[in-house]
């Protein structure tokens, strides 16, 4: 596949993604390389865009995309709910499982 070619398999694939297409990236690609450049508000986006890249055949990417700080820290407070709602269910199993092995039986 020549290089035209993977840019415009590239760009399909982008613009096949409603979300991603919104963000609109732009593809260049030399030797099977493709550098994927432009600004995204979703964290998502910018490791979606490089899987979408190497489907559609490209060698390596070059992933130029700028996330932007609103949202790294959504994403950063969707990690740390996530990780509390984690520790909750964690600690309810293993109280259920202490009181269980303590009662007589």
């Known amino acids: 596949m020549s290089d035209a070619q993977l840019e415009a398999s590239i760009r399909a694939r982008l613009a096949k993604s409603q979300k991603i297409s919104q963000d609109h990236f ?3 690609v ?3 390389v493709a ?16 899987r979408m890249a190497k489907a559609a055949g490209a060698l390596a990417v070059n ?5 932007s700080d609103a949202a790294k820290e959504k994403a950063a407070a969707n990690l740390e709910t996530g990780r509390r709602r984690a520790q909750i269910k964690r600690g309810d199993a293993r109280s259920d499982s ?8």
């Not at 550098?35 to 986006?45: D, L, P, R, S, Y």
């Not at 202490?98 to 009662?103: E, I």
């Open 30 to 32: 030399q030797g099977g």
């Open 35 to 50: 550098t994927i450049e432009g600004k995204t508000g979703v964290v998502q986006h910018k490791g979606s865009a490089t």
């Open 63 to 67: 992933n130029r995309i700028q996330v």
């Open 26 to 28: 732009q593809v260049h």
């Open 98 to 105: 202490r009181s269980d092995s303590q009662q007589p039986h």
